[in-house]
């Protein structure tokens, strides 16, 4: 299995951990201090031994951040993650605060007192939060102090750093050999007038080197540094125990490779009088201030990596196609399967376990293999359902009862694509309310997926189509309706989405999800999520302005029995028919027999 | 008469007088001069003496700036204005360039050689638009050198600065006391912890102070600046010889007039030692100066009037709705005379005077008076349709020929309300294609006026209803879709507006305008525009979200003649049909029996 069900979290361990923690803060003098949830790579996944928030909090959402203070301790998460929150911490010990209408910045000036001391890892804010971080404690007067990581002492069974695999990424699946990714890079790097770029975003070593690995769960990354010149040979910074003799060799011909235990020495020695492109927004201020220590330039910019691992290339996109379609006939299976049992009898671990068979023995049939699941499953049954970024475990465990919806947000790794897949599933006869909730859902779905918007457009373009039909009823949803995919990389990838905060255009070649949804707290949830790709779209005729749109990559029934046919336009049944009619001819010939029948009702035209 | 039809632009001068500034250039040692089309406040509409762009150049459009230098001469502005620069400035002496794609910073950057000397005058630069420059500059290697305007030393006959009186804008109509406005805006500075404001934007004054002026054409402006303690009585600066004996007993309880002569003087003495709230992107970049060399501090922060003028209250909203009531009369008479007349016998001159006729006339009748025009109206006859901000003169003016279509887009100045709208009428018998593009326009109209989001929703939100059916067919337009509107103030009045860079929440009160078009160059032009306000919606039963929508305030028929029924879904049509029966109850009690058939006949159920 690549996942479990345990109860991760205790919320009786934060007081006394907390206690340690501020033993430790007092040894060092400090009033305050940062425990973001962040790796020294800007992970959104963390490796095992960089879970620190949740090892203190019991708060295990993707995105969270804590200030702890002598007195009290604010645990600060998204709206994503308001009810679990509760749910996961102590709340004699931690108060919630909202991460984004009220970041850590902000409390920090409003309440950190003049003089105060505030200590930080500087390998865990990045250059830009560090600024940031810089700025609040000065309106504050107090200062901000790097110090060793604090938890890193407290923690008796910190597990050690990863030391995952590493494979090589094919050219049948990248499509671009590394030497001619390097040298796309090192062009961008000398357009900067850099002389390096420092790259300490995983995805972009494996994006750029063609390396994939296993130091993340769910994420197919290697941990590691790069230095690239804008002219000759990459460094890189990786454990030479995490790789295979053919990793070796291939790397070897590529880049100078050291131990991480290296990079200072090397960093300062190449760097020194050099001009160095860094991320603000990746670039550990740690690092940034070994730069500046060396003498060297730090030019602000995006990683270069970002927009060309974004914009896929043809060979990337005929793989997603594939994983597609091998992930759309495992759900389909899944599907089939959930019907046939008697509500009731299924609980949300099991659902997930047999979905996660599904998707290990279709890839087998279909000569492939999953590598991975692309995160842990959201298998929400009932109110479970309305927890945005649910995960279950063995205490929270619900079973899909008569009457109820159940919400399944899923995906695989494969090693030609990475896959991301909703559906909410009525379980035996489903609520009235809900089917019209459902519907409005699809509405602002299908008014995405069919799109046509000009070059230049961005997500938050965008992001009101989904949301349109669920507003004249007066409802909405909290989170953002689509996130940038990789090619078998990590699962959120941006530079786009298409959110209230998507402002990068999208390109031909992108991958985004398409996932609106509405949540009733205590009741149920819906979410409806496609990949799709951009891509150029046809004008028509008399059209002037060139345009784009999206071309649905998932492949899976979207449940007939929670839509309300009325409630459709004609344009949008018509959608949803031609999709289905897609859905059925592309997987009929692999799901077998026992789900061929499922399969031809679940897609039937309405 | 409002406005007047002369050709203001000869492209012939441009030649000559570059030449005498290219001297003064040589004489100051400049290797570049900065040439914003801006005067000390920031107006978009300039008092005569400040329209030095376009005295240089010729273009007289409401955005522009030029860089001159030695050897070439470029003019930036936006897209609304290409074609119209094309027309109005000699293509031998100035170069055109896109103001936002490639902003006259970035040519700064790419051509400025290492040192040379940009020269400005830091009354016309904002202190963000020259830290900006200054970066640009530093980039190139060149230096910034600030000095008096040198278009004034060149500008034989230029007008000198206005001198229109100042009227107390009564409580009847602004809702509120300069007095309970003042302590309001006070308790503002105080909250950011400042000692005093310094405005520079007349709309602030007049909206702070209650008055009104005639300063700017079309604008009802009183140009002066002022500075607000957080406690005691606000400084104005401001000519006497603008105020009658009543405005200068009404001010004279309230502030402490000083001429503007003393400002310099004044706002060193005032500032010295104390913190001062300026608004980046409004105050002068000269009078920063001033702060910061009498040892005061530069506290960074929004014009503190901005807000408080956008969000209209209860007597103003009331006012606004008598405003378009009378406004509405007056276009329906003037469209029910336009259809009267034989195709090819009105031209647009004609079609303009005769809309400001009914405009006087009709506030006349209902015991009101035209103030002014919000603006120069746009007439504009076929091809001359789709240059965005056309202003029709002596040369340009064409007949409304049979078979085109006919733009009209203006506006009146009433004490209670300014108002602005765009009809687009069907000469003799349309063009199908023109039909077909003016349904999508009102389609992507209507999306809008019946859009219900929720709080916080941005105009950037929004301004992809209005372009989605547009889209659709591979058609766009390259303006945003609504700009802020004020009460007896600025025709363009800030923070909101529905465009791509509205990143402004829409808040109950504001008045907005909901303006989708459509352009053919060389055929015709497409605009639906009606006054919006932002109220708080009702919630469909079963609904979770407090909601916003539009009123809309405007009142003149829709052109049937140019719609596609077929075209608009069931929703649309009742929208349009329910919007003409209340054009038609609340007008005909006032149009008079000549148009009051024809008002039946042009707002009849489709």
């Known amino acids: 299995m690549f996942q479990n069900f345990d109860v991760t979290s205790d919320p009786s361990n934060g007081r006394k951990r907390l206690a340690a923690l501020r033993k430790e803060m007092r040894r060092k003098k400090l009033d305050h201090y940062l425990v973001p949830h962040a790796d020294q790579h800007q992970n959104e996944y963390l490796p095992k031994h960089a879970e620190r928030l949740s090892w203190l909090t019991g708060f295990f959402g993707s995105a969270g951040f804590a200030v702890i203070s002598l007195k009290q301790a604010v645990v600060f998460v998204d709206s994503r993650y308001t009810l679990q929150l509760r749910e996961q911490v102590d709340p004699k010990s931690f108060k919630g605060a909202n991460l984004i209408d009220t970041p850590p910045t902000n409390w920090i000036t409003s309440n950190a007192k003049k003089r105060a001391r505030i200590g930080y890892d500087p390998w865990l804010l990045t250059v830009g939060q560090h600024e940031r971080f810089l700025k609040s404690a000065k309106e504050a007067g107090a200062r901000l102090i790097a110090c060793p990581n604090l938890i890193d002492r407290i923690w008796p069974d910190q597990p050690a750093p990863p030391l995952g695999r590493v494979e090589i990424h094919d050219i049948s699946h990248a499509g671009k050999s590394a030497a001619d990714k390097i040298r796309e890079i090192q062009s961008a790097i000398s ?14 070593l494996c994006w750029l080197f063609n390396i994939r690995g296993s130091d993340v769960m769910h994420n197919p990354l290697v941990l590691g540094f790069a230095v690239v010149p804008a002219k000759g040979r990459p460094h890189l910074f990786i454990d030479k125990r995490k790789l295979t003799d053919d990793a070796n060799t291939y790397l070897a011909k590529l880049v100078m490779l050291h131990p991480p235990s290296a990079l200072k020495a090397r960093l300062t020695k190449l760097t020194s009088r050099k001009s160095v492109l860094c991320d603000p927004n990746l670039v550990a201020s740690k690092l940034a201030d070994i730069i500046v220590k060396a003498g060297g330039k730090i030019v602000r910019g995006r990683d270069p990596v970002v927009l060309p691992r974004a914009i896929k290339n043809d060979v990337e996109i005929s793989g997603t196609r594939n994983a597609h379609l091998r992930d759309g006939v495992a759900v389909c299976r899944f599907l089939s399967w959930l019907d046939a049992q008697i509500p009731g009898t299924v609980d949300e671990i099991g659902a997930a376990k047999q979905l996660e068979q599904f998707r290990v023995t279709t890839a087998k049939n279909m000569d492939s293999e999953l590598k991975e699941l ?29 009457g109820t919806l159940y919400l399944n947000d899923s995906g695989g790794q494969y090693v030609d694509g990475t ?9 035996g006869t489903p609520p009235k309310q809900a089917i019209e909730d459902f519907t409005l859902v699809l509405k602002g779905h299908i008014a995405l997926a069919l799109a046509r918007f000009p070059e230049g457009t961005r997500g938050v373009d965008l992001d009101t189509l989904a949301r349109k039909a669920l507003w004249a009823e007066g409802k909405d949803y909290g989170h953002g309706t689509g996130h940038g995919v990789g090619s078998y990389l990590n699962v959120h990838e941006g530079p786009q989405s298409i959110s209230k905060r998507g402002m990068e255009p999208l390109l031909p070649g992108m991958i985004i999800s398409n996932e609106p949804g509405y949540y009733v707290e205590g009741e149920y949830g ?7 790709l951009v891509r150029e779209a046809e004008i028509p005729e008399g059209g002037t302005t060139p345009m784009h749109g999206f071309e649905t990559l998932t492949l899976a029934p979207i449940d007939l029995r929670l839509i309300n046919a009325e409630m459709l336009s004609s344009g949008e049944r018509n959608w949803l028919n031609t999709y289905h009619e897609r859905v059925r001819n592309e997987l009929t010939p692999y799901v077998g027999n026992d789900s061929k029948k499922w399969l031809a009702t679940a897609t039937k035209a309405i």
């Open 191 to 204: 357009a900067k007038g850099c002389n390096h770029c420092l790259l300490t975003d995983p995805a972009s």
């Open 374 to 402: 692309s995160f842990d499953t959201i298998s929400g049954a009932g109110p479970n359902g309305a927890i945005v970024h649910y995960r279950v475990n063995e205490a929270t465990n619900r079973a899909l009862d008569d």
């Open 419 to 427: 896959t991301d897949i909703t559906r909410t599933i009525a379980i």
């Open 526 to 532: 819906i979410r409806i999520e496609n990949l799709v």
